[in-house]
């Protein structure tokens, strides 16, 4: 089974995709982060992607091609891959759809997790990190135990520094020009499996697993 999770950020996607790789077996792949650990090593792709990030810039179709090239293997794809919050645009959405051609797979279900933009903005704000050992949390549906003090360390948990106002509308407003024009595509397609991002993580978490059949 291959599936891809989408859902503007703040919407638990990071969360549910990793809970459904633990419980169904799946490969998980989430592009920023393979592209990050990409970046930091000294390979000519591994460089090309960091020279791209240093100047805050998007890294290009053609490297996105290279990425999936190396990771769509006949292997992973025996147990299955999920992509977490990838593809964003209909340009991705094509040079995915062309690599599992390649291989003779399809997408076999695309989780959307809806929220509404307030929301998303609310979750967005409450996100907190700490500067010790880098653990993450979010204050509305992942707090730390003790106030804002890191439950590992017990350091002074801080807001994002990558996080303002200004730069969370800007991603929103991202996602709702790129992303959920691409999102209708796939409920036309009668793939599609929309869930209210809104209830708890274990709920959403057994929704899923219910329409999947799992």
Do not use: W
């Not at 090239?69 to 645009?89: A, H, Y």
């Not at 730390?144 to 106002?165: H, M, V, Y």
């Not at 024009?181 to 697993?209: F, S, T």
């Amino acid at each position: 089974m291959n599936l891809i999770v989408l859902g503007p950020q703040g919407s638990g996607k990071g969360t549910q995709a990793r809970l459904l790789v633990s419980k169904l077996g799946l490969v998980y792949l989430e592009m920023g982060e393979v592209l990050r650990e990409l970046a930091s090593k000294k390979t000519p792709l591994g460089e090309k992607i960091a020279s791209f990030q240093s100047q805050g810039k998007l890294v290009t179709d053609e490297i996105i091609t290279e990425v999936l090239k190396s990771f769509l293997t006949e292997e992973n794809f025996k147990k299955g891959i999920l992509f977490d919050g990838f593809p964003r645009t209909f340009p991705q959405a094509g040079l995915l759809e062309d690599e599992l051609k390649n291989h003779q797979v399809k997408i076999d279900r695309v989780i959307f997790l809806n929220i509404s933009f307030q929301e998303s903005l609310r979750r967005l704000k409450a996100r907190r990190i700490c500067p010790t050992c880098g653990a993450n949390y979010n204050l509305v549906t992942m707090p730390p135990k003790n106030g804002e003090l890191c439950d590992q360390c017990g350091s002074q948990l801080i807001a994002r520094s990558d996080e303002t106002d200004e730069v969370i509308k800007e991603r929103l407003a991202v996602y709702q020009k790129e992303t959920l024009p691409l999102i209708e595509a796939y409920r036309q397609k009668g793939i599609l499996l929309e869930v209210n991002g809104g209830q708890p993580v274990a709920a959403i978490h057994l929704e899923i697993l219910k329409n999947l059949g799992s």
